[in-house]
């Protein structure tokens, strides 16, 4: 490696071709540079990149990309499905952008009362980017009601993907939960790096019993089925919790199985670190223990340990979703995507309204995304491998 | 193996313990006749609730193994052990007719996609593969019951139709469970069925670039031959140790299924028992389901070293 870029570098000087160029420029990158081209390539993960940072874009400023707030409801539209929606009207000088959904006319069934929504054509209400709507707080510091999208005129019935059984804008709803379930998995994994960064480091470093010990307690840890045990730990959480208590203890108890995987990463990349020569020499030149971790290992090992962060993530989503989805998990008035499949949890829910599934797609598409961004960035964690 | 047991077992009785208050005492607010004084005390003393936690441990623990005694169920006010053994049983079964379904699709698949490198063929395996390992469990099954109803009219669910739901075990009920059995194996295997094919394309794919394999090419073997004769067999060792995680994984998954489908299984026992405070029953669950993946482990090992006899002189 190091003979063949001099080499390359006296090449440059005497004939300075592109491809040459392209060379010396490899060899100056600093590393953090060649992952990003490395990863750059990698296309697929390069667009489930742009899909994360967008749904915690979605996240941070829910509020705002919510057409409503969660909690709003009006009693008159449950369960109204999602509208056609129209970006043009027929006038009389021919088309005119003028985006708006058909309203409903509510036909009960002299037998049974059941509620039916028929559309009307005659009935349009406009919607638009930009437009004010409910009042919010961003942040708690600034009040605000300008909202990314809604309807023109305030306390029309624009649902865009339609109402639940109690009026709720599901939209909106399910962007709420981006916040939740999106940062439950970050929360999350964040405990779990730093229970698995302390064990996996001290028994990478130190072996021994001490590794043993910890080895034999993942292998336990593995084993056991997770969503069983996960289901009597949250079932313990008192009901009279607040909400915010009951999220953090939830996390924790998904961090207390989901450490495993990553402790076990970092404690292979210690022992195949520890022989390296940089180590080695650092060592002999009398450099402190703390200080070898910190600054000649750690540095190398960020990158993986990054990739690990991101695939330990959608199993975090995925856990939240089913225990909130069975309603022993996070609960209302907290809004996250489980708590939102929740009322789609029987087929005649589902029967009358498959539009409450919208949520699931949420997860799919959060699930699959942090997958392929994971995989991208497993690939290109070490750049100096071809 | 003993540890591990151990160790579950301090799981289990810890989440018997988590509620706050002890079990009598929900016993008594949820029962509808009154209980008398002494038959409290007779519990009280049963239980061990007066002394020392490891004591109730050991009362409990050593119930189990000396006498299969796993309490009661306060909700169902019959022995825990009554309960809970055909549950038990159709879990295993649906597991290891699920493990096998993973098995005879995700071999093939994995080959095909193996010897048929950065095809189309390979790309849509490799989609799917991934969408399948999205998409929660319970998410597919409300979309399959969904279809179910909305095209076929019919509401799927359950793993007997009605009149055989607390039968007689006959030959009858067995049909009419086969024919229950097909979506909840297909819920269950589609997440194992992708991991699966992910491992079996990777491993054949490392094993098809050894010399050996050119070596046997070079001598004009057939292709089909050479394919099956070496790599594939190669490729499976893995495969046998992935059980030690699809297992776990499978139970572990069947519980959350098995509520949206309302199958006889552990699963939605577990989960009634959890809501209505039942903590002998869900303990005891616990400690079976975790028992049981911990042999589905040990079984795994046991079949690697049967079939990949270098692992014994490791």
């Given at each position: 490696?190091?003979?063949?870029?001099?080499?390359?570098?006296?090449?440059?000087?005497?004939?300075?071709?592109?491809?040459?160029?392209?060379?010396?420029?490899?060899?100056?990158?600093?590393?953090?540079?060649?992952?990003?081209?490395?990863?750059?390539?990698?296309?697929?993960?390069?667009?489930?990149?742009?899909?994360?940072?967008?749904?915690?874009?979605?996240?941070?400023?829910?509020?705002?990309?919510?057409?409503?707030?969660?909690?709003?409801?009006?009693?008159?539209?449950?369960?109204?499905?999602?509208?056609?929606?129209?970006?043009?009207?027929?006038?009389?000088?021919?088309?005119?952008?003028?985006?708006?959904?058909?309203?409903?006319?509510?036909?009960?069934?002299?037998?049974?009362?059941?509620?039916?929504?028929?559309?009307?054509?005659?009935?349009?209400?406009?919607?638009?980017?930009?437009?004010?709507?409910?009042?919010?707080?961003?942040?708690?510091?600034?009040?605000?009601?300008?909202?990314?999208?809604?309807?023109?005129?305030?306390?029309?019935?624009?649902?865009?993907?339609?109402?639940?059984?109690?009026?709720?804008?599901?939209?909106?709803?399910?962007?709420?939960?981006?916040?939740?379930?999106?940062?439950?998995?970050?929360?999350?994994?964040?405990?779990?790096?730093?229970?698995?960064?302390?064990?996996?480091?001290?028994?990478?470093?130190?072996?021994?019993?001490?590794?043993?010990?910890?080895?034999?307690?993942?292998?336990?840890?593995?084993?056991?089925?997770?969503?069983?045990?996960?289901?009597?730990?949250?079932?313990?959480?008192?009901?009279?919790?607040?909400?915010?208590?009951?999220?953090?203890?939830?996390?924790?108890?998904?961090?207390?199985?989901?450490?495993?995987?990553?402790?076990?990463?970092?404690?292979?990349?210690?022992?195949?670190?520890?022989?390296?020569?940089?180590?080695?020499?650092?060592?002999?030149?009398?450099?402190?223990?703390?200080?070898?971790?910190?600054?000649?290992?750690?540095?190398?090992?960020?990158?993986?340990?990054?990739?690990?962060?991101?695939?330990?993530?959608?199993?975090?989503?995925?856990?939240?979703?089913?225990?909130?989805?069975?309603?022993?998990?996070?609960?209302?008035?907290?809004?996250?995507?489980?708590?939102?499949?929740?009322?789609?949890?029987?087929?005649?829910?589902?029967?009358?309204?498959?539009?409450?599934?919208?949520?699931?797609?949420?997860?799919?598409?959060?699930?699959?995304?942090?997958?392929?961004?994971?995989?991208?960035?497993?690939?290109?964690?070490?750049?100096?491998?071809? | 193996?003993?540890?591990?047991?151990?160790?579950?077992?301090?799981?289990?009785?810890?989440?018997?313990?988590?509620?706050?208050?002890?079990?009598?005492?929900?016993?008594?607010?949820?029962?509808?006749?009154?209980?008398?004084?002494?038959?409290?005390?007779?519990?009280?003393?049963?239980?061990?609730?007066?002394?020392?936690?490891?004591?109730?441990?050991?009362?409990?623990?050593?119930?189990?193994?000396?006498?299969?005694?796993?309490?009661?169920?306060?909700?169902?006010?019959?022995?825990?052990?009554?309960?809970?053994?055909?549950?038990?049983?159709?879990?295993?079964?649906?597991?290891?007719?699920?493990?096998?379904?993973?098995?005879?699709?995700?071999?093939?698949?994995?080959?095909?996609?193996a010897v048929?490198?950065?095809?189309?063929?390979?790309?849509?395996?490799?989609?799917?593969?991934?969408?399948?390992?999205?998409?929660?469990?319970?998410?597919?099954?409300?979309?399959?019951?969904?279809?179910?109803?909305?095209?076929?009219?019919?509401?799927?669910?359950?793993?007997?139709?009605?009149?055989?739901?607390?039968?007689?075990?006959?030959?009858?009920?067995?049909?009419?469970?086969?024919?229950?059995?097909?979506?909840?194996?297909?819920?269950?295997?589609?997440?194992?069925?992708?991991?699966?094919?992910?491992?079996?394309?990777?491993?054949l794919?490392d094993e098809l670039s050894k010399l050996y394999v050119e070596a046997a090419r070079a001598r004009g073997l057939s292709e089909l031959k050479l394919l099956f004769k070496y790599p594939v067999r190669v490729a499976?060792?893995?495969?046998?140790?992935?059980?030690?995680?699809?297992?776990?994984?499978?139970?572990?998954?069947?519980?959350?299924?098995?509520?949206?489908?309302?199958?006889?299984?552990?699963?939605?026992?577990?989960?009634?028992?959890?809501?209505?405070?039942?903590?002998?029953?869900?303990?005891?669950?616990?400690?079976?389901?975790?028992?049981?993946?911990?042999?589905?482990?040990?079984?795994?090992?046991?079949?690697?070293?049967?079939?990949?006899?270098?692992?014994?002189?490791?």
């Open positions: 490696m190091t003979s063949s870029s001099t080499n390359s570098q006296e090449d440059a000087r005497s004939i300075p071709t592109d491809d040459v160029l392209s060379e010396t420029r490899i060899v100056l990158a600093s590393q953090w540079k060649l992952i990003w081209w490395k990863f750059r390539k990698h296309r697929l993960a390069m667009f489930a990149g742009l899909v994360t940072l967008f749904l915690y874009t979605l996240a941070i400023f829910a509020e705002f990309f919510a057409p409503y707030l969660p909690q709003t409801y009006s009693a008159a539209h449950t369960h109204l499905p999602p509208p056609n929606i129209h970006f043009f009207k027929i006038t009389d000088d021919g088309w005119r952008f003028y985006p708006h959904v058909n309203g409903y006319k509510v036909k009960v069934d002299p037998e049974s009362y059941k509620r039916t929504y028929v559309i009307d054509k005659e009935i349009s209400y406009p919607f638009g980017l930009f437009v004010n709507g409910e009042e919010y707080s961003l942040f708690g510091i600034f009040t605000m009601n300008m909202r990314l999208i809604g309807a023109k005129h305030a306390g029309d019935p624009v649902y865009l993907f339609g109402t639940d059984r109690l009026g709720r804008d599901v939209l909106s709803r399910t962007i709420y939960g981006t916040r939740i379930s999106m940062s439950v998995g970050l929360v999350g994994v964040g405990l779990s790096l730093l229970l698995g960064v302390i064990l996996g480091g001290i028994s990478g470093y130190y072996g021994g019993f001490v590794d043993n010990l910890i080895q034999r307690t993942i292998e336990i840890l593995r084993s056991l089925p997770t969503i069983p045990l996960w289901m009597g730990l949250s079932a313990a959480i008192p009901l009279t919790w607040h909400p915010i208590s009951v999220y953090f203890a939830i996390t924790i108890i998904l961090s207390l199985i989901g450490w495993t995987s990553l402790a076990r990463e970092v404690r292979g990349r210690f022992l195949s670190l520890k022989t390296e020569d940089f180590v080695i020499a650092a060592r002999l030149d009398g450099v402190s223990e703390i200080q070898i971790i910190v600054r000649h290992m750690a540095p190398s090992m960020t990158s993986h340990i990054i990739a690990s962060v991101t695939l330990a993530i959608p199993g975090m989503i995925l856990a939240e979703t089913a225990l909130s989805f069975l309603g022993i998990g996070l609960r209302p008035p907290i809004v996250s995507w489980g708590v939102l499949l929740q009322e789609a949890q029987n087929v005649r829910s589902i029967a009358t309204a498959p539009w409450l599934l919208f949520p699931g797609i949420a997860v799919v598409v959060a699930v699959l995304a942090m997958n392929f961004l994971g995989d991208g960035l497993r690939d290109a964690a070490d750049p100096y491998q071809t | 193996m003993v540890p591990t047991l151990f160790i579950v077992s301090i799981i289990a009785f810890v989440v018997i313990q988590l509620p706050p208050g002890d079990f009598l005492a929900s016993l008594i607010s949820s029962s509808s006749e009154t209980i008398d004084q002494s038959q409290i005390d007779a519990l009280r003393e049963r239980y061990g609730l007066d002394e020392p936690v490891y004591i109730q441990y050991w009362k409990w623990i050593s119930g189990i193994i000396v006498n299969g005694d796993f309490g009661d169920s306060f909700e169902w006010n019959r022995p825990v052990s009554e309960l809970i053994w055909e549950r038990l049983g159709l879990t295993v079964f649906i597991s290891i007719i699920t493990l096998t379904f993973i098995w005879i699709v995700a071999i093939p698949i994995g080959i095909f996609s048929k490198k950065y095809t189309l063929g390979d790309y849509i395996v490799t989609v799917i593969g991934f969408i399948g390992l999205a998409v929660p469990n319970f998410l597919l099954a409300l979309i399959l019951m969904y279809i179910s109803f909305r095209y076929f009219g019919q509401s799927v669910g359950g793993l007997f139709s009605p009149e055989y739901i607390d039968a007689k075990w006959s030959l009858n009920r067995v049909i009419d469970l086969l024919q229950h059995l097909w979506l909840p194996v297909i819920i269950l295997g589609t997440a194992g069925t992708a991991a699966l094919i992910r491992v079996m394309r990777a491993n794919l499976l060792n893995p495969l046998v140790s992935a059980i030690a995680w699809v297992f776990p994984a499978l139970i572990s998954g069947s519980a959350i299924t098995s509520i949206v489908l309302n199958l006889q299984t552990t699963g939605p026992l577990l989960y009634r028992s959890l809501q209505s405070q039942d903590m002998y029953l869900a303990g005891s669950l616990i400690l079976l389901v975790s028992v049981l993946t911990i042999i589905g482990t040990l079984v795994s090992d046991i079949l690697l070293a049967w079939i990949d006899p270098r692992i014994q002189l490791q």
